[in-house]
C-alpha cells in the first residue's frame, strides 16, 4: 500500500524553531509538497520538493530525502499565525497526489 | 479573481436523498479535483478531470459521480447519501497534471448526512 507518515500534534514556542518530518512510502515518486492548513480553512500551497536537497522560502524550508523516503518542513521565528495543520503530499507515478493525515502545529506564547 | 468558488458552504442532507455539490473555478485550469477530508486522514481524492470532457476515478469513487462539461465547473453529485459521506469536501485546480503542478483549493463544503 501507499502511506505517508506525520506526526499528528507538536507544540512549540512562538519566536523558536519547529521541525515536522514526514516519511512516504508510495507508487514511485513523482514530487513531494507541503501545504498548511488553518481550522475551517482550504489547504494553501507552502513548497515542492523534486530533487534531493533543500529548498528555503524565507521563515520556511523544505528538505527531500528519496533514498530515505523522508521530507521535513522546517519552520524560523515561529509567529502564532502559525498554528496550523500542515499537511505532507507525495505525488505518485500515476501523478496521484497521497496525503498525510497532517501534523498539528500548536504555537504557545 | 474570485479562484476557485464552492458551493453550499454546508449542507444538512437526509440520508437517501440526492446532491450536486458546485465547483467553479477562474483561473483557467486544465486539471480539477475533488477531495474528502475527514477527521484523523489525509486528503482523499473522489474524482478527478485532466481536461474538459474527461474524468477519472480517484481513491474513494463509490457513491460519487461527476462531470466536465466545460473548464470552469466540475460538480460533484452525491446520487443517494449516506451518512458515511459526512465529511468536508473539498475541490482543487490545478494548470495541469504534472510539473510543480501545485493544486489550489475552494474553501470547502461541510456536508452532514443523517
Known amino acids: 500500500g501507499q502511506n505517508i507518515d506525520q506526526p499528528t500534534e507538536m507544540t512549540a514556542t512562538e519566536g523558536a524553531i519547529v521541525q515536522i518530518n514526514c516519511t512516504y512510502q508510495?507508487?514511485?515518486?513523482?514530487?513531494l509538497f507541503w501545504y498548511q492548513q488553518h481550522a475551517g480553512e482550504a489547504p494553501t500551497f507552502l513548497s515542492y520538493n523534486v530533487l534531493d536537497g533543500l529548498e528555503e522560502k524565507g521563515r520556511f524550508s523544505s528538505f527531500l530525502s528519496r533514498s530515505k523516503g523522508y521530507s521535513y518542513l522546517l519552520l524560523k521565528e515561529l509567529q502564532m499565525k502559525d498554528s496550523a495543520s500542515y499537511l505532507c503530499?507525495?505525488?505518485?507515478?500515476?501523478?496521484?497526489?497521497?496525503w498525510g493525515a497532517g501534523t498539528k502545529l500548536i504555537i504557545k506564547p | 479573481t474570485a479562484g476557485i468558488t464552492q458551493a453550499p458552504t454546508s449542507q444538512i442532507l437526509a440520508a437517501g436523498r440526492s446532491m450536486t455539490l458546485r465547483c467553479t473555478q477562474d483561473?483557467?485550469?486544465?486539471?480539477m479535483y475533488w477531495y474528502r477530508q475527514d477527521l484523523g486522514l489525509g486528503l482523499r481524492l473522489i474524482h478527478y478531470?485532466?481536461?474538459?470532457?474527461?474524468?477519472g476515478k480517484g481513491e474513494v469513487p463509490d457513491g460519487y459521480s461527476v462531470s466536465r462539461a466545460n473548464t470552469d465547473d466540475f460538480p460533484l453529485t452525491l446520487a443517494s447519501a449516506v451518512p458515511s459521506q459526512t465529511s468536508v469536501y473539498f475541490c482543487a485546480s490545478s494548470e495541469d497534471r504534472g510539473g510543480t503542478d501545485t493544486q489550489y483549493f475552494g474553501p470547502g463544503t461541510r456536508l452532514t448526512v443523517l
Open positions: 483561473m483557467r485550469h486544465n486539471a
Open positions: 508510495t507508487s514511485g515518486f513523482n514530487g
Open positions: 503530499a507525495v505525488r505518485n507515478s500515476n501523478y496521484q497526489l497521497i
Open positions: 478531470s485532466n481536461t474538459a470532457g474527461t474524468t
